[in-house]
């Protein structure tokens, strides 16, 4: 399958170019942001991701699906979907031992994304990060 293609000749191709182009702009804005204020996100065991299951919307659900196939993990996916327990409150992308604990990192929800940006600024301006309830490096 030629994704370049069907991102350059159909209507889904262009919602996947969109959000790709929205994706890489909230990623540098993010790290601009990080970078002003002094913080970044101190989970880093994907802790978060043992408690939490991300909704997606229909354009986010169909970027993953593209990431999926250009990563070629559609197997990987599709096991993971299978041995997926719904009770668990695990997200079944979670990868326990990978470096972002995303076995979909590139494909993953804008919630996902803005995971860790739970920041506010003090008195004096400096940023002071605000971590979730399951963070346990806190």
Not at 1 to 23: C, P, Q, R, V, W
Not at 46 to 66: D, I, K, R, W
Not at 98 to 105: I, T
Not at 120 to 137: L, R, Y
Request: charged share 30%; net charge negative.
């Amino acid at each position: 399958m030629d994704l370049e293609k069907l991102k350059n000749s159909t209507e889904i191709g262009k919602e996947i170019k969109d959000i790709e182009a929205f994706y890489e702009t909230l990623d540098k804005e993010l790290s601009a942001f990080d970078k002003k204020v002094g913080i970044e996100c101190i989970c880093n065991d994907g802790n978060c991701c043992e408690h939490f299951v991300p909704s997606l919307t229909a354009l986010e659900a169909q970027y993953m699906a593209y990431a999926i196939i250009k990563s070629g993990k559609e197997e990987d996916v599709l096991e993971r979907l299978g041995k997926y327990d719904e009770k668990s409150g695990v997200c079944p992308l979670y990868n326990k031992e990978g470096a972002f604990h995303c076995s979909l990192y590139m494909g993953r929800g804008l919630i996902c994304r803005l995971f860790g940006q739970a920041c506010f600024t003090n008195k004096e301006g400096h940023g002071i990060f605000h971590p979730c309830k399951w963070n346990i490096n806190r």
